[in-house]
């Protein structure tokens, strides 16, 4: 049974910073892709990055976060990580880890097999 466990979510004032954590257990972790995705009140679940499994290379990000947010893996313990530098009020969001059987790190939240329960990060003005 995979399970994806995310933490590190919280209240921080803008400009402030956050690192999210994600353990995954019951797969294949370092073949898997893993992404970070978020969903903020009344919109939908939209890509924040990802990373690819041992197979390929990359590590897409989403226009909105780059050069603020890095997406990291440790394939030792299993956890994936997304650091968050420069927050603004529009990163107020539910910040879901998700997992692929595939290494490829895909964009699209359709294409992903597991998923976290999520994690609140709320960025005060």
């Known amino acids: 049974q995979v399970q994806l466990v995310e933490s590190g979510g919280g209240l921080v004032q803008a400009g402030g910073s956050l690192t999210l954590s994600c353990v995954a257990s019951?797969?294949?972790?370092?073949?898997?892709?893993m992404g970070w995705f978020r969903q903020a009140p009344g919109k939908e679940r939209a890509f924040v990055a990802a990373i690819t499994g041992i197979f390929t290379s990359g590590t897409p990000v989403a226009n909105s976060v780059r050069g603020r947010f890095t997406i990291s893996r440790d394939n030792a313990k299993n956890t994936v990580y997304l650091q968050m530098d420069k927050l603004t009020p529009e990163g107020t969001a539910v910040y879901y880890c998700?997992?692929?059987?595939?290494?490829?790190?895909?964009?699209?939240?359709?294409?992903?097999?597991?998923w976290g329960e999520g994690t609140q990060v709320t960025v005060s003005a």
């Open positions: 998700a997992g692929r059987g595939e290494s490829w790190p895909s964009p699209d939240s359709s294409t992903y097999d597991y």
């Open positions: 019951g797969m294949a972790f370092n073949r898997a892709a």
